[in-house]
């Protein structure tokens, strides 16, 4: 045995290991809160993840089950596992990591303390919650952080807004039925531009 060997058998086992989001297919629940032109882009145009993001995904859902196996350790039956939610004739869907009965869990493994949130969940993971519970019917919710270079753990309670949830609706009916006509609905961030969303041949 070298040791070329064993990193390569590492890294092809996280390559396979890893479970990116299939872009083309569905619209992601949990990443309603981002520009619909974005998103619609990614369903129209995305090619699969490269070495690098699989790798890191890998890391962050390794860490992700692990502590839903702490969590299943800690509350036994009082904790449901995750499961998937599907909306919109399957083209919506979306990942809980878990329930307290009726009480949606959600879990972000994060890389270091510089992106652990100061007193509420940032804006981004809020807007997630919310689209979860719009889809999964859940009315509260508990997001669960973890750092992964200090193992530093924040907890946030959130509750439902049928406000925001009808939004999260809107947004995805407005993407679902952009990207049916093959086109890419307005933006709203005012950075797709740059960023390189524009439309383009298939
Ligand atoms: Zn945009």
Redesign the pocket.
Known sequence: MEAKEVRGELLAYARRSCKPFEKRLYLDISRLGE?P??LAWEMLYSGSPGEDIKLRLFVAQLMESNLVSRLVKLFGSTYVLPKPIYAMMGKLLGYTSGEFGKILVTIKSIPNDDALPDGRASNNHYWMTQALMHFGHYTRCIIIYESRASGRIRTYDITYSPSIGEECEKKAVLILDSVNEGQLPK??????KENG?IERER
Request: net charge positive; proline share 0%.
């Open positions: 520009c032109r974005k933006c709203n961030c005012g950075r797709c969303y």
